[in-house]
């Protein structure tokens, strides 16, 4: 990192130090300036997470947990050293964090520890996580598919019943209809922590309680929330929890499932083979603890390596000062587009506090053409149902644009992309 930050929220100067360590913002689009606005999707990269990678595939590159020599050795310490890092940054003790692609398959992963527990896998102990006609998966309306479609394979394998909890005209969780839906035959509550579309942040607390009040086990997409906010998966008393590293000024391949080390530890593995072993016979095998069971074959070294670098950015920066400073540019953002007629800024009516995320939708418009025009100007920003169609289903729109900040955006990028919104309801002759 080119500086340390020791005051008490990012000031422009500060700011604009920041963005010296991501040399993709200094480069044009189109013959502009590039601003940014994706960072929901991906997140750009500082020359720390950058050099951290490279430094040691350069001097250290070798396969963990599997060598006796002395590059292995060391490969292995860095590598345990990157789990305790993010561990830290979540709240978590070292060996609740499970290395996996991403966050897709951290929730698969836990998903197909019920499927095995349900075909009578993995002993008696793993009585939690049996499903079986009778019990229920409860999701909600807002989910990301990456948190919805596994919980449905789920229900389908197992007979399993799967609720969703719905959302009201403005897209907030209908909490009456939540604390109704979870009860006594519910066995896990899988629930995002941030809308990936609406950019509110969902009281999950009260559904934390709800579900541990009947026994459920809850597990957490904080995939909008690791990379923007203080996060304490103990402190939110969560049992699982899932977040990537590319949206958090890491790599791309690389995500973490925290996991309660109790129930780490009675949980099926999803995938089998290499590296996850004590011993193997041509008939059984056994199992190392976690989190190595869950971690088969060949991994992820370099990018945990990445991954730990960009932990160590954002502590250095300080969680909470990026949350105040994207707090403010997405209200910025909301009051801009609200201020635009023709644009339905969908979740405006929504009283909860917010990342720095905004999805709208101009009707006359479709948003492929409001992306396409932004860009020619330089603004990237995401277009399409961001992999969430129930929820844009249940607002009466098929798709929207989505702009996302991050801690290197700043207030005059906001103020172009509101000038670049209205700018595109005049070219399109779209009035309201």
């Not at 913002?25 to 606005?37: A, D, F, I, R, S």
Request: proline share 4%; with cysteine.
């Amino acid at each position: 990192m080119s500086a340390s930050l020791d005051v008490t929220s990012l000031a422009d100067a500060e700011i604009h130090r920041l963005r010296e360590d991501f040399p993709i913002l200094q480069t044009q689009v189109n013959g502009h300036p590039l601003v940014y606005l994706d960072s929901g999707a991906t997140s750009q990269r500082p020359l720390a997470v950058l050099d951290a990678e490279r430094e040691f595939l350069t001097t250290l590159n070798s396969a963990v947990h599997r060598g006796a020599h002395t590059l292995a050795a060391e490969a292995t310490e860095i590598f345990e050293d990157a789990r305790a890092t993010v561990a830290r940054f979540v709240g978590a003790d070292d060996d609740e964090i499970v290395w996996t692609s991403n966050a897709t398959e951290a929730i698969n992963l836990v998903a197909y520890a019920f499927s095995n527990a349900s075909v009578g896998r993995g002993g008696a102990a793993t009585e939690k996580f049996r499903l079986g006609e009778g019990d229920e998966i409860v999701t909600t309306e807002m989910e990301h598919h990456a948190n919805l479609i596994p919980w449905q394979e789920l229900a389908a394998r197992t007979g399993a019943t799967l609720r969703v909890i719905p959302l009201d005209d403005d897209g907030a969780l209908r909490l009456d209809d939540a604390a109704a839906l979870i009860g006594p035959h519910t066995k896990v509550v899988a629930v995002t922590h941030v809308s990936n579309v609406l950019g509110i942040i969902n009281p999950v607390e009260q559904l934390i309680a709800a579900a541990h009040e009947v026994g459920a086990l809850v597990l957490l997409d904080a995939c909008q929330s690791a990379p923007h906010l203080p996060l304490d998966v103990k402190a939110l008393d969560v049992d699982f929890a899932v977040f990537s590293g590319h949206k958090m000024l890491g790599p791309t391949g690389i995500g973490a499932l925290y996991g309660r080390r109790e129930l780490l530890e009675v949980m099926p593995p999803f995938l089998t083979g290499g590296s996850m072993i004590t011993t193997v016979t041509t008939t059984e095998a056994e199992y190392l603890p976690p989190p190595q069971r869950f971690e088969a074959g060949t991994q992820r070294v370099s990018q945990a390596v990445a991954l730990a670098a960009a932990v160590d950015y954002l502590s250095a920066v300080g969680m909470p000062r990026i949350a105040d400073h994207e707090a403010a540019l997405g209200q910025r953002l909301v009051d801009g587009l609200f201020g635009i007629d023709g644009v339905r800024v969908l979740g405006a009516g929504i009283d909860l506090p917010r990342v720095g995320l905004a999805s709208f939708d101009i009707p006359g418009i479709h948003s492929h053409d409001v992306g396409q025009f932004l860009d020619d100007q330089g603004i990237a920003v995401r277009v399409g149902h961001h992999c969430a169609q129930p929820l844009h289903r249940r607002l009466g729109v098929t798709s929207s644009t989505r702009a996302s900040t991050y801690l290197y955006s700043t207030e005059d990028e906001v103020d172009a992309f509101i000038e670049g919104v209205a700018a595109t309801i005049e070219f399109f002759g779209v009035r309201s």
